[in-house]
Nanobody
Framework: QVQLVESGGGLVQAGDSLRLSCAAS????????MGWFRQAPGKEREFVAA????????EYADSVKGRFAISRDNAKNTVYLQMNSLKREDTAVYYC????????????????WGQGTQVTVSS
């Protein structure tokens, strides 16, 4: 079983940057695709980004493309989400997600979830 713990959230102003981290424990994630999702108040959880097991492939939601970057350090069993040019609409709880396969499925449905970290962007 994989446990995922997110960190790095906080309160920032529009235009600022944040880097979220997701530390995995219980087993190595080096063979798993990983992803980030977010859930804003009153809205459904939505896909943000995914990265393949090697880091060679990534995918982003249109709303964050060009501003966010997902990366991973398999030696540290950690995944990151660099968020630049933050907007108020990026305010949400951000969740780290793990897939039991090397490439995320078309459905984006994940197998493992962290508890989430709050990101609040003020104008």
């Amino acid at each position: 079983q994989v446990q995922l713990v997110e960190s790095g959230g906080g309160l920032v102003q529009a235009g600022d940057s944040l880097r979220l981290s997701c530390a995995a424990s219980g087993r190595t994630i080096s063979n798993y695709a990983m992803g980030w999702f977010r859930q804003a108040p009153g809205k459904e959880r939505e896909f943000v980004a995914a990265i393949s097991w090697s880091g060679g492939s990534t995918e982003y939601a249109d709303s964050v493309k060009g501003r966010f970057a997902i990366s991973r350090d398999n030696a540290k069993n950690t995944v990151y989400l660099q968020m630049n040019s933050l907007k108020r609409e990026d305010t949400a709880v951000y969740y780290c997600a793990g897939y039991g396969v090397r490439i995320w499925p078309r459905s984006k449905q994940a197998d493992y979830w962290g508890q989430g970290t709050q990101v609040t962007v003020s104008s």
